[in-house]
Structure formats: structure tokens, C-alpha cells
């Protein structure tokens, strides 16, 4: 998967809005939504009905990576086949991460730093 290559990326907020291509600032205030719970009136069964954010980098035929956020700071790393795969063929789990790396990994999933996310996470099967 070269940076090049026509990929796709499409972030999920907590709450299940979508937006296609993601800025900076769209991948910081789902983090933020994700780990800042301090909503007037919203109880701990709201908060954990909606517990994930996602963030999908694929292609039209080819591979989906898949970084999924928990508001527990819990990060799933996915790889699916193609876009139609309803199982994973890898995940791995990193528990306890900071909002920081949550957002620098996002950033350089959406920026397509495949590369860079290995080398830093190699066990994540990508």
C-alpha cells in the first residue's frame, strides 16, 4: 500500500456520524468526544452505549486497516481482506494509550503512514 495509491478514509465519531477524508482537527475532536465525558445530563449507560470511535483507511479492491478507539483509551488494530469482509483477518490490541498517540496514530492512518504504524506497533499484523 503505497501513499499514492488511491485509499480511501472515513472516520466514525462515537456517536455514528460519519466523515469521509477526515481533517486534523475532525480526527482530534473525535478522540476528544471519545475521552472527555462530561456531557450535562448524560449518564454512565449512555456514555457506554456508544463506546468506539472508528477510523477505516482502505481501497476500492484491496486491503480496509481499521484503528478502533474505546473511551477506556483502548486502541484494536484491524486488517480486513476488502471493504466487504465481515471478519478481521488480524487484530491486536494495545490497552491504556494515551489521547495523544491515540490521535498521532490516527493522523497517520488518515495520512496513509502504514509504514510508520508498523514500525511502531509491529506485532499489529498489518
Known amino acids: 500500500m503505497s501513499e499514492s495509491?488511491?485509499?480511501?478514509?472515513?472516520?466514525?465519531?462515537?456517536?455514528g456520524g460519519d466523515t469521509?477524508?477526515?481533517?486534523?482537527?475532525?480526527?482530534?475532536?473525535?478522540?476528544d468526544e471519545l475521552l472527555n465525558e462530561n456531557i450535562a445530563g448524560t449518564t454512565e449507560a449512555?456514555?457506554?452505549?456508544?463506546?468506539?470511535?472508528?477510523?477505516?483507511?482502505?481501497?476500492?479492491?484491496?486491503p480496509v486497516l481499521l484503528l478502533e478507539a474505546n473511551r477506556k483509551r483502548t486502541v484494536t488494530f484491524s486488517k480486513f481482506s476488502d471493504q466487504d469482509a465481515p471478519d478481521a483477518l488480524t487484530a491486536y490490541t494495545v490497552r491504556n494509550m494515551e489521547r495523544d498517540a491515540m490521535l498521532s496514530l490516527w493522523k497517520r492512518l488518515a495520512k496513509g503512514e502504514i509504514e510508520k504504524i508498523?514500525?511502531?506497533?509491529?506485532?499489529?499484523g498489518w
Open 5 to 15: 495509491a488511491a485509499a480511501w478514509v472515513i472516520l466514525t465519531s462515537r456517536y
Open 20 to 31: 469521509r477524508q477526515p481533517s486534523e482537527g475532525d480526527l482530534a475532536q473525535a478522540i
Open 46 to 62: 449512555a456514555y457506554a452505549e456508544h463506546p468506539n470511535a472508528w477510523l477505516r483507511y482502505g481501497f476500492s479492491e484491496g
Open 118 to 124: 508498523v514500525a511502531d506497533y509491529p506485532a499489529c
